[in-house]
Nanobody
Framework: QLQLVESGGGLVQPGGSLRLSCAAS????????IGWFRQAPGKEREGVSCITSSSMGTNYADSVKGRFAISRDNAKKTVYLRMNSLTPEDTAIYYC????????????????????WGQGTQVTVSS
């Protein structure tokens, strides 16, 4: 059974950077797309970014394009989200999720495309 654990969240000042990690256990990630989602208080869960199993496809929300970068290391069963130029609007609980991959160059940032979820890690951007 695939299990995901996020880490790397914390408190950072505006303009700062964080790198989130999503570590998998139980099965290999070779056949899974991985998505990063976030949910701020009172708001719906938002798809931030995703990466295909082959790393040939990535997808970013407009709000994070040019600031966030997703990558993966299948040998380490870990997916990363590098977040730069953080703003208070990035404050949220960040979740990673896994879904079966059906296309080598496309992944979706919708929750229905993923069926295994981590417990989340808090990111707070504040001075």
């Amino acid at each position: 059974q695939l299990q995901l654990v996020e880490s790397g969240g914390g408190l950072v000042q505006p303009g700062g950077s964080l790198r989130l990690s999503c570590a998998a256990s139980g099965v290999t990630l070779d056949h899974y797309n991985i998505g990063w989602f976030r949910q701020a208080p009172g708001k719906e869960r938002e798809g931030v970014s995703c990466i295909t199993s082959s790393s040939m496809g990535t997808n970013y929300a407009d709000s994070v394009k040019g600031r966030f970068a997703i990558s993966r290391d299948n040998a380490k069963k870990t997916v990363y989200l590098r977040m730069n130029s953080l703003t208070p609007e990035d404050t949220a609980i960040y979740y990673c999720a896994a879904g079966r991959s059906y296309a080598f160059d496309f992944c979706a940032r919708t929750t229905v495309a993923y069926n295994s979820w981590g417990q989340g890690t808090q990111v707070t951007v504040s001075s």
